[in-house]
């Protein structure tokens, strides 16, 4: 079965920094793209990054750009965010998803991780 599994999280001062980290398993995990999204009460789910089946493209949410990192480590079935320069606006829960291909696009896929927490105040 395909489990999805977010830890990292945590409350953090603006300007901080954390890097989540997501766990997959009970699939093959090179073959799919992944996705980062995240969801603060009273907003929509935003695609926050999003990584090819083998780390070689990323793309971001322009709220994040130049502050986030997404990466994967095909070998440990592992995709990471690494978040810097934290900022107020970016508290919500962040989700790990696994990403589909349609029409040569990478887009949002059916399974989802827990969600992990991250608060950024002062």
């Known amino acids: 079965q395909v489990q999805l599994v977010e830890s990292g999280g945590g409350l953090v001062q603006p300007g901080g920094s954390l890097r989540l980290s997501c766990a997959a398993s009970?699939?093959?995990?090179?073959?799919?793209?992944m996705n980062w999204y995240r969801q603060a009460p009273g907003k929509e789910r935003e695609l926050v990054a999003t990584i090819t089946s083998a780390g070689g493209s990323t793309n971001y949410a322009d709220s994040v750009k130049g502050r986030f990192t997404i990466s994967r480590d095909n070998a440990k079935k592992t995709v990471y965010l690494q978040m810097n320069s934290l900022k107020t606006e970016d508290t919500a829960i962040y989700l790990c998803n696994r990403g589909t291909l349609i029409g040569g696009l990478i887009r949002v896929g059916d399974y989802w991780g827990q969600g992990t927490q991250v608060t950024v105040s002062s």
């Open positions: 009970g699939f093959s995990f090179s073959s799919y793209a």
